[in-house]
């Protein structure tokens, strides 16, 4: 069945390191997006990519970056730079003009 | 800018009953509306959407929802509720234009508590 995968599913960073989010999907969508889940926030989109080598900046870019070099993949990395990234970040991925199709998450905690 | 409101954060509804839970967007063209679910640690699932068309949308699991442009509103609706309907519930707005490849906007979402 096809479906969008993230891993892992629970990540620990220590203050000042970069760590990856891994986000595949299967679908053939264009499009992928990242958004931050905080309690009580909703979601906040981070980056999105509506096609190969091409991506956009979202609402709270700022301490982020990802790469779309495969349609499938759509890594997103969080950088020292984000101060408080302790979250849950879900990925997702929608044809152009079709409904979004998410991610499992990944709960990303500094320790 | 787009925006939604989920005026009520949280909501108690005993099983049985019925189930409504409000949604307002902001937005200058004709929006994409959709409503999400959540269960704890989990990511969202897609209840239904409104594209264009008839202004009552039928979802998975029994739930429905009906797009008023008049209110800019998009409520959720379910006749009766089971405990298992206990869950995160998030209204979303996307920009018809380019298909709503820029990204979704969700509103803060309501915690739905079902009473026994």
């Known amino acids: 069945d096809g479906g969008i995968t993230q891993s892992p599913k629970y990540l620990f960073r220590k203050e000042g390191q970069n760590v990856t989010l891994s986000c595949e999907q299967n679908l053939n969508h264009d499009a992928m997006y990242w958004y931050r889940q905080d309690p009580g926030q909703g979601l906040r989109l981070i980056y999105y990519s509506q096609i190969v080598n091409d991506f956009q900046k979202g609402d709270i870019a700022e301490g982020y970056s990802v790469s779309r070099e495969k349609k499938e993949s759509f890594p997103l990395t969080v950088t020292s730079a984000q101060k408080n990234p302790t979250a849950f970040y879900l990925c997702?991925?929608?044809?152009?003009?079709?409904?979004?199709?998410f991610g499992s998450g990944t709960r990303l905690t500094v320790v | 800018a787009q925006s939604v409101t989920q005026p009520d954060i949280h909501i108690t509804v005993s099983e049985g009953a019925s189930l409504e839970l409000r949604c307002n967007y902001s937005?200058?063209?004709?929006?994409?509306l959709f409503w999400y679910v959540q269960s704890p640690g989990q990511g969202l699932q897609l209840l239904l959407k409104?594209?264009?068309?008839?202004?009552l949308v039928q979802g998975i699991k029994g739930f429905e929802a009906e797009f008023k442009r008049s209110q800019s509103s998009f409520n959720l609706r379910k006749p009766s509720v089971h405990w298992s309907d206990a869950a995160e519930y998030f209204c979303?707005?996307?920009?018809?234009?380019?298909?709503?490849?820029?990204?979704?906007?969700f509103g803060k979402g309501t915690h739905l508590i079902i009473q026994p």
């Open positions: 979303a707005v996307g920009a018809k234009a380019g298909g709503g490849a820029d990204g979704l906007t």
């Open positions: 997702a991925s929608s044809i152009l003009g079709g409904g979004y199709t």
């Open positions: 937005y200058g063209a004709t929006p994409y």
């Open positions: 409104y594209f264009s068309g008839d202004t």
